[in-house]
């Protein structure tokens, strides 16, 4: 087998963890490493602990056995200032922040740079946060009160939020939900350009395939398959995992992976 990424190459590192919610154990023995700079996308039906693994990894969710590494430091040992300059979560269930302006929103992510939380802003924070509401197409509301926005641009600032924070690591809960097409590959240019490393959970796995370089499946609390999205994908998979039919292909054209997914009928056939 090829060895595994060096310290220094590893950018979160997850040790046997086990993860409950009381009685239910959500995962089980859940062992992977994040190289530095690379976008990895986590796949699975709900409740398979997609949101829980980003939570653990953010430090907001105490495992109940195992371990998380971020930049080669056990998260738990971490002061919330350190890790929030290590790495931002953009969770599906943020609060909206209402009664504030879209750049105000934006701007909390650069709390964790400045001295507290009544501290002035300076011109870097002030750069970083222009930066990314350019950078998600929000500039143009950026004096709006965050409830008057759509669900899609919500979804854009608080992504913009998270880039402002100006982190090694990007942990991003569904980031496309609510997203047009447009927007979806503009979002994803856009996080893959801050050369962050990037794990992100989905629901759309035909769109993971296109954008990440490696993915995760989980399915029952575990990691069903891992790699590059050709090798972690395929209709076995697939029907193991969500219990529908795929057939996969690559465009003639652009090589990019082709998901057509038919429910199951009686006896596990279409």
Request: glycine share 12%; aromatic share 4%.
């Amino acid at each position: 087998m090829p060895a595994g990424p060096s310290p220094s190459e590893a950018a979160v590192g997850v040790e046997g963890l086990v993860c409950r919610y009381g009685d239910a154990e959500i995962l089980r023995g859940i062992d992977l490493t994040v190289r530095r700079g690379e976008f990895v996308g986590i796949l699975g039906p709900n409740g398979c602990g997609k949101t829980t693994l980003l939570r653990a990894v953010a430090g907001l969710h105490v495992p109940f056995a195992g371990r998380v590494t971020v930049m080669g430091d056990d998260v738990r040992a971490l002061t919330p200032a350190i890790l929030a300059r290590r790495l931002a979560m953009q969770a599906q269930d943020s609060p909206n922040a209402l009664g504030y302006r879209v750049r105000d929103v934006v701007a909390m992510g650069r709390l964790a740079h400045r001295g507290g939380l009544f501290s002035a802003s300076g011109a870097e924070d002030e750069a970083a946060v222009t930066r990314a509401l350019e950078g998600l197409g929000v500039a143009g509301f950026a004096d709006r009160a965050i409830e008057t926005l759509s669900g899609g641009e919500r979804q854009r600032v608080v992504i913009a939020r998270a880039l402002a924070q100006d982190t090694a690591i990007l942990l991003l809960d569904e980031p496309t939900n609510h997203l047009d097409v447009r927007h979806r590959f503009e979002v994803a240019s856009r996080v893959r350009a801050s050369g962050a490393t990037v794990i992100a959970t989905f629901h759309d796995m035909e769109f993971a395939a296109r954008i990440c370089d490696r993915l995760v499946v989980l399915g029952g609390g575990r990691i069903v398959a891992e790699g590059p999205p050709h090798a972690a994908l395929d209709a076995g998979i697939v029907a193991r995992v969500w219990s529908v039919s795929a057939e996969i292909d690559r465009h003639p054209g652009t090589g990019q992976m082709r998901i057509d997914l038919q429910p199951l009928g009686e006896g596990g056939h279409v």
